[in-house]
């Protein structure tokens, strides 16, 4: 499984940005995708993650801001980021699994600043 991360970008406080994550490769059957990310001198950390029954989980940071969503026609995962404010800075990772193996994708930097 092979993984592409976009829409990163540099934002205002209070901004917008929608994340994508496509995953490509031969027999995908992926059970659940997430997405991570990384702030500068901080470990990297669980942001959502969606199930394929499309159960979701979101960390408590980002509840009632961002929103993710599964498009599994065409294999691509979203991060709609609202409200974003400045320690939502981080380089953003989606991290796929399949039969008890997790696939990483390069990260896509968020920038929030003013």
């Known amino acids: 499984v092979q993984l592409q991360a976009s829409g990163g970008g540099l934002v205002q406080p209070g901004g917008s940005l929608r994340l994508s994550c496509a995953a490509s490769?031969?027999?995908?059957?992926?059970?659940?995708m997430g997405w991570y990310r990384q702030a500068p001198g901080k470990q990297r950390e669980l942001v959502t993650l969606?199930?394929?029954?499309?159960?979701?989980h979101y960390t408590d940071s980002v509840k009632g801001r961002f929103t993710t969503s599964w498009d599994d026609v065409k294999n691509i995962v979203y991060l709609q980021m609202n409200s974003l404010k400045s320690e939502d800075t981080a380089v953003y990772y989606c991290?796929?699994?399949?039969?008890?193996?997790?696939?990483w994708g390069l990260g896509t930097l968020v920038t929030v600043s003013s």
């Open positions: 991290k796929a699994a399949q039969s008890g193996l997790s696939f």
């Open positions: 490769g031969s027999g995908l059957s992926i059970n659940a």
């Open positions: 969606i199930v394929r029954n499309g159960n979701t």
